[in-house]
């Protein structure tokens, strides 16, 4: 399924107004290609192929797009169509193969235009017709207003610019307007009866028209006559009045729509307000936060190295306290050795001193038995002490 994409017209995907305008086109080919071999140059989706077919001999549609080709191909089959994807600056044909070539809404999509037009002159029979159509670059950049250039377009003409361009490679060029008329019709309603019409005056200019339309030649342009294209015979004014009654009924839902898109906007926006102050007052809380944490960081920086100072310094007093226990140890054992000898040494004295008490003793005894001996023989010593003193007295 091909979709329409705002440029390539997709039936019964577009407006009627926008439909009309396309097709009218191949509808005023038509009355020139009676009985003959035509080109169609930018086919899109293949309807105005069709539309040619019904009265030419053999019809070629050719489009770039090989999407739209398939759908063409799919959608408007007939026994003298072919559809075939190809670039219109480079065509796939022989020189003077076609009676017509018809060449709508195309020139102004390419950067090498001229190519194209080269190219349309080579295929075409010295007395056939080429149909190029093309926007007014006056006109219709000024009735897309808001919207903007065409992102489609590459080069939109002038109507003078369009005429020098094609009189540079046709010798002999029409130009022709397009344009949206106010008309009344006198018709039956059973059949479509052959029409008549009548202009009864124009207004304006090339520069005015909304397309311009040209039929270009190697030989004199034939008679044209004017040709005017209604799509669908009606009460126009009837329609206009359901139109502006459609209208105004969706302007009062598109209202209602907005009061209440508002209503919400209000509601939205209060929402807004209020999440903004929050988030406001969530963003000074967050920066007390971020404050209060970064103290606490500088904090836990100074505790922390407070700690491994005093880690250091503990580390060093177990190194210290470990040194001292083996100092104290070896103290220890240099006492008890001083105890063991001082033990020994006094047990060594104490023994010492008992023999050398037991030796006085015995001294002492061996001296006074002596003197004694020695006091007796003499007389001397205490009383009654020798009865050989006894008897002297």
């Known amino acids: 399924m091909i979709e329409f994409t705002g440029e390539r017209v997709v039936p019964g995907q577009v407006e009627e107004d926008l439909w009309a305008e396309h097709f009218s086109r191949y509808a005023f080919a038509a009355r020139l290609v009676s009985g003959g071999r035509v080109l169609d140059i ?75 037009l080269i190219e349309a002159r080579r295929v075409v029979r010295p007395s056939g017709l080429v149909l190029i159509s093309t926007p007014n670059k006056n006109y219709y950049s000024e009735s897309r207003g808001a919207s903007g250039a065409n992102p489609f377009h590459v080069h939109e003409f002038e109507p003078r610019e369009f005429q020098d361009a094609l009189a540079d490679v046709f010798p002999h060029t029409r130009i022709l307007l397009q344009n949206r008329v106010h008309a009344f019709g006198f018709y039956t309603p059973e059949t479509a009866a052959p029409t008549d019409a009548q202009i009864g005056a124009s207004q304006g200019s090339a520069d005015d028209a909304h397309f311009l339309l040209a039929v270009c030649s190697l030989h004199a342009v034939p008679d044209l006559r004017n040709f005017i294209y209604v799509p669908r015979a009606s009460n126009v004014l009837r329609e206009r009045e359901r139109h502006i009654e459609s ?79 083996q100092e104290l140890q070896q103290a220890i054992r240099a006492i008890d050795a001083a105890e063991n000898t001082v033990i020994e040494r006094t047990r060594w004295a104490q023994e010492l001193d008992a023999q050398l008490q037991a030796a006085q003793q015995r001294l002492s005894t061996l001296e006074m038995s002596r003197w004694v001996r020695l006091g007796r023989r003499l007389g001397l010593g205490p009383a009654g002490a020798s009865p050989e003193r006894k008897k002297d007295g």
């Not at 209440?260 to 209060?270: G, K, P």
């Not at 963003?283 to 880690?311: G, N, P, Y």
Request: hydrophobic share 45%; proline share 1%; glycine share 4%.
């Open 247 to 325: 209208l105004r009924q969706e302007l009062d839902l598109g209202r209602s729509e907005r009061d209440a898109v508002m209503r919400s906007h209000e509601v939205l926006t209060r929402d807004l307000e209020e999440k903004t102050r929050w988030a406001r007052e969530l963003d000074e809380q967050l920066a007390a936060t971020r404050s209060e944490r970064d103290a606490v960081i500088r904090s836990h920086e100074l505790l922390t190295r407070d700690l491994q100072e005093k880690i250091q310094w503990a580390s060093r007093l177990t190194d210290e306290i470990a040194n001292a226990r």
């Open 42 to 116: 930018g086919c899109g989706t293949g309807y105005g192929t069709a539309e040619l077919a019904r009265a030419a001999d053999a019809t070629v549609g050719l489009d770039v797009s090989v999407e739209a080709v398939a759908y063409a191909a799919t959608h408007y089959a007939s026994p003298n169509t072919l559809f075939l994807a190809a670039t219109a600056t480079a065509l796939p044909f022989t020189d003077t193969s076609f009676d017509v070539v018809v060449i709508f809404e195309v020139i102004e999509h390419l950067a090498d235009w001229r190519a194209l």
